[in-house]
C-alpha cells in the first residue's frame, strides 16, 4: 500500500474516527485504525465493539492494500507534522512507512485481516433524515440520559421513528427531557431504538447540519451514513420504560422565570448545597421565588427572583445539579415551570420558542425533611 495525502485532511480523518478507539483494551486490535484504500482515496476506520466510525478521504494512491496503524500515535505524529504532503507506505503486513517534508517515521502495524468487520446493515431499506433535525434532538436530550450502571436501559436514548414526526427521549428516573420534531417519512416503517449516548454525540459531531443522512437498521444494530462518512451503534435491547405516564397532565401552578437568572441563582445556592443530594428549597409566591439552602455541616444561604406565579403558594426541592442541567439545554431566555405538590414531577418547557420542535423537561422533586 502507498499513497499521499494532504496533512490537513489526514488529521481531519483520524479525528473523526479517533473517538471510536477504546483508551483500554484488552484486544490489541482495536487500539488500530483500519486504514484502506478506496476508488477515491483512502478509508479510515475505528472500532471499539459496540460503536464504528469510517470516513473517506481524498488521496492519490499508488498502491492499493490496507493495514492498521497505533491510533494514538498516529494522531500525535500527525499533529506534529509541517503543513505539506504526506506520504505513507507499508511493506508487508505490519511495517508502516510515514513521510513528510524532512520527517520520517516507522510504526508497527497488525495485518487488515484482524480487525473486526463492521455489523452488516441493508442501506436499500433506510430512513432519509436531515442531519440538522438529529443534531437538534440529541444535543437537547441525551443529557438527561443515565449513567448508572444498575438499569442499564436508562443508559440509552429512546428514539421513536414514525412516518409523520420523530422523537427523542432521554430519563435517568429523577430527570426526563423528551423533545419531537416533524418529518416527512411515509414511505418508511416505524420504529423504536435505543440508542447509546456515546454513539449519538459522533452523530452529533461528525455530520453537517445540512447533509441528508441515510439511517438503516441490522440484526442489532443501527448505521448512519453521508457520502463520505459513516457511524455504526449497538443497539440497546429491551423495553423502553412508559415514560407518558410519568408526564403530569394537570399540573396547575404556573411559574415563569428569566432562564439566566433562574441559573445564576441556582449556581449561587449549589456553593452551598450537599455534594451528595445538591437540594436546595424553592418557594413560589406571587411575584417571588425564594432560593433557600442548609446543610447542617457548611451553612445556609438565601436568595430571591422576581417571577410570574400562578396558584397557591408552594415550597419544593429540587436536586440542583439536575435543574441547572435541564436550563443549560432549553434553548429561549424565559422558560415555564409547572407544579402541582412538592411531591410531584415538575415540568419545564421553553418560552417563545418560534420552532416546530416541541419540547418538555420533566424534575422529580426531593423530600425538603430527611
Given at each position: 500500500m502507498r499513497f499521499t495525502i494532504a496533512r490537513e485532511k489526514l488529521q481531519e480523518g483520524l479525528s473523526a474516527v479517533a473517538a471510536s478507539v477504546p483508551a483500554k483494551t484488552t484486544l490489541p486490535v482495536l487500539a488500530n485504525l483500519l486504514v484502506e484504500t478506496t476508488d477515491r482515496g483512502i478509508r479510515l476506520s475505528g472500532t471499539d465493539l459496540d460503536m464504528a466510525v469510517?470516513?473517506?478521504?481524498?488521496?492519490?494512491?499508488?498502491?492499493?492494500?490496507?493495514?492498521?496503524?497505533?491510533?494514538?500515535?498516529?494522531?500525535?505524529?500527525?499533529?506534529?507534522?509541517?503543513?505539506?504532503?504526506?506520504?505513507?507506505?507499508?511493506?508487508?503486513?505490519?511495517?508502516?512507512?510515514?513521510?513528510?517534508?524532512?520527517?520520517?517515521?516507522?510504526?508497527?502495524?497488525?495485518?487488515?485481516?484482524?480487525?473486526?468487520?463492521?455489523?452488516?446493515i441493508r442501506f436499500g431499506e433506510s430512513w432519509r433524515?436531515?442531519?440538522?433535525?438529529?443534531?437538534?434532538?440529541?444535543?437537547?436530550?441525551?443529557?438527561?440520559?443515565?449513567?448508572?450502571?444498575?438499569?442499564?436501559?436508562?443508559?440509552?436514548?429512546?428514539?421513536?421513528?414514525?412516518?409523520?414526526?420523530?422523537?427523542?427521549?432521554?430519563?435517568?428516573?429523577?430527570?426526563?427531557?423528551?423533545?419531537?420534531?416533524?418529518?416527512?417519512?411515509?414511505?418508511?416503517?416505524?420504529?423504536?431504538?435505543?440508542?447509546?449516548?456515546k454513539a449519538l454525540e459522533q452523530i452529533r459531531r461528525l455530520f453537517p447540519a445540512e447533509e441528508e443522512l441515510e439511517v438503516a437498521r441490522g440484526d442489532n444494530h443501527l448505521g448512519f451514513r453521508s457520502p463520505f462518512t459513516a457511524v455504526y451503534t449497538r443497539l440497546i435491547e429491551g423495553p423502553y420504560p412508559n415514560y407518558e405516564q410519568v408526564i403530569p397532565k394537570d399540573n396547575d401552578r404556573i411559574a415563569l422565570a428569566d432562564r439566566n437568572a433562574l441559573i445564576q441563582a441556582l449556581k449561587r445556592m449549589s456553593v452551598i448545597a450537599s455534594d451528595q443530594t445538591h437540594r436546595i428549597r424553592m418557594s413560589f409566591n406571587s411575584g417571588m421565588l425564594k432560593f433557600s439552602v442548609q446543610t447542617p455541616d457548611l451553612g445556609e444561604a438565601q436568595d430571591e427572583l422576581p417571577i410570574n406565579f400562578e396558584g397557591d403558594s408552594l415550597d419544593i426541592g429540587f436536586n440542583a445539579s439536575y435543574l441547572l442541567e435541564i436550563l443549560r439545554n432549553l434553548p429561549t431566555d424565559e422558560v415555564r415551570l409547572t407544579f402541582k405538590a412538592p411531591e410531584r414531577a415538575a415540568t419545564i418547557e421553553p418560552v417563545g420558542w418560534d420552532d416546530t420542535a416541541k419540547y418538555l423537561c420533566l424534575i422529580m422533586p426531593l423530600r425538603l425533611v430527611d
Open positions: 469510517s470516513t473517506e478521504l481524498m488521496a492519490d494512491v499508488d498502491v492499493q492494500g490496507a493495514i492498521t496503524i497505533p491510533a494514538k500515535k498516529l494522531v500525535e505524529i500527525v499533529r506534529e507534522l509541517p503543513s505539506a504532503p504526506v506520504k505513507v507506505s507499508a511493506s508487508g503486513e505490519q511495517k508502516i512507512t510515514l513521510e513528510c517534508s524532512r520527517s520520517k517515521f516507522k510504526l508497527l502495524g497488525l495485518p487488515k485481516d484482524e480487525f473486526p468487520s463492521f455489523p452488516s433524515i436531515r442531519s440538522g433535525d438529529l443534531q437538534k434532538l440529541i444535543s437537547h436530550t441525551a443529557f438527561a440520559s443515565s449513567t448508572e450502571e444498575s438499569r442499564p436501559i436508562l443508559n440509552g436514548v429512546l428514539w421513536e421513528l414514525r412516518p409523520d414526526q420523530m422523537r427523542m427521549v432521554a430519563t435517568n428516573g429523577h430527570r426526563l427531557a423528551k423533545m419531537e420534531i416533524p418529518i416527512n417519512a411515509t414511505e418508511v416503517p416505524s420504529s423504536d431504538l435505543i440508542i447509546p449516548p
